[in-house]
């Protein structure tokens, strides 16, 4: 699982800009807080959902564990999220 996860701070440090904004509430779970910072990039979120979940699949892991790795983080920021998942 490790590095399902590490492939997926790596995706979206790629994608996100440092000290990107996001419009989450800063309760909301790492989930929200990397899916409401890439908002507006025309399917970004499901490309990089199908990928995630395929790999996660791949590593012989339910597809769904990625995403609750993402729920289950609470980590303030986009920056905090992407060092807590990565």
């Known amino acids: 699982m490790g590095r399902i996860v590490c492939l997926a701070g790596a995706a979206f440090a790629l994608l996100v800009p440092a000290g990107a904004a996001s419009a989450a509430s800063p309760q909301a779970s790492c989930n929200g807080v990397l899916v409401s910072s890439v908002a507006g990039q025309a399917g970004l979120v499901a490309a990089l959902t199908r990928e995630f979940h395929a790999e ?31």
């Open 56 to 86: 996660t699949k791949a590593a012989g892991l339910p597809p769904g564990s990625f995403d609750a790795a993402g729920a289950h983080a609470h980590a303030g920021g986009v920056d905090e999220c992407l060092a807590a998942l990565g």
